[in-house]
């Protein structure tokens, strides 16, 4: 799925120039995490709530209230903001933001065409693109079986026809690995609206396929 189909566009962004309060204010009234710093279109940088945090004057100073805002005042975007940003492209994969975001542990990507800010994608729009991916979002059960011991290739299509045969639909399926009698195996994990899920797993048994678990 590409980062197009799941981003942002209408992104709040800062300038260097403009002051720490701007930038504070811009994220705890818009209710956002991530503010990209561009100079035109160009991102030059990035600013994030816990940079807010780490910049504000600690309530254990001995400032006033006055004291305090007359020195955030003075902090501009630039002397807090993270740089480089790490940025994405629209036409790269889901799967690759959520690889940048847990390597750089952050949260949030800008997402950069022709060396233009287009959008945003964060942490929390992959997740739920993963969700809509793997079906969780809809009312399914969900099956993992055991596909590996099958000698002919075509297990694959054998598994999708006996849930088929139930009058089953699949609303998606992952592989994954798992432990089964004592050793790591190839399984799959389908999310299915079935009208007798009961019925369903008896009949996927008495076909040969090892259910490790089923949860409607």
Known sequence: MRIERRMKRDVVTVRPADTFL?????????????????????VVGIVTDRDIRQASVSPASHLSTSEAQALLEKVTVAEIMSKPA??????????EAARRLLKHRIGGLPVVRDGKL????????VLEAFLDVMGITET?????????????????QEVCRAIADQGADIASVVA??????GRDRKVLIFRVEAPDFDALIAH???????VLSAVR
């Open 22 to 42: 701007h930038a504070m204010h811009l994220i705890r009234d818009r209710g956002i995490r991530h503010l990209p710093v561009v100079e035109g279109r160009q």
């Open 86 to 95: 790490i940025i994405i492209d629209p036409e790269d994969t889901v799967e």
């Open 118 to 125: 287009v959008g945003i994608i964060t942490e929390t729009d």
């Open 140 to 156: 399914s059960g969900r099956l993992e079986l055991v596909i590996e011991d099958r000698p002919d290739p075509g297990a694959f």
């Open 176 to 181: 994954a690995r798992a432990a089964h009698q």
């Open 204 to 210: 996927l048994k008495a076909a040969g396929f090892p």
